[in-house]
Nanobody
Framework: DVQLQASGGGSVQAGGSLRLSCAAS????????IGWFRQAPGKEREFVGS??????AYADSVKGRFTISRDNAKNTMFLQMNSLKPDDTAVYYC?????????????????WGQGTLVTVSS
């Protein structure tokens, strides 16, 4: 079975940092585009960033503050979040699709993790 397990969420003050992890199993991690999305209360799920073996894409709202990395040997992707703002408060999800290109469209992702809550206080 394909599984994605997001972890690392928590509460932090504005300006702080958190590192999220997404552990994957059940598919060939190296061949997949892995993405991060987030959903704040009352809002639609939005793209944060994604990475393939050849590139990484970020939403404008997080560019320069968030960094995605992946460890293919451990089937794990990371989201390093710095300079956090209250607007970053959301449940963060990792997702995967069998593609060689990054995608901002949550509709193309085949597999989703359960989400991890990030709360940023002012």
């Amino acid at each position: 079975d394909v599984q994605l397990q997001a972890s690392g969420g928590g509460s932090v003050q504005a300006g702080g940092s958190l590192r999220l992890s997404c552990a994957a199993s059940g598919f060939t991690f190296d061949d997949y585009n892995i993405g991060w999305f987030r959903q704040a209360p009352g809002k639609e799920r939005e793209f944060v960033g994604s990475t393939t073996g050849s590139g990484t894409a970020y939403a404008d709202s997080v560019k320069g503050r968030f960094t995605i990395s992946r460890d293919n040997a451990k089937n794990t992707m990371f989201l390093q979040m710095n300079s956090l703002k209250p607007d970053d408060t959301a449940v963060y999800y990792c997702a995967a699709n069998d593609a060689i290109h990054c995608s901002r469209n949550n509709g193309v992702y085949d597999y989703w993790g359960q989400g991890t809550l990030v709360t940023v206080s002012s």
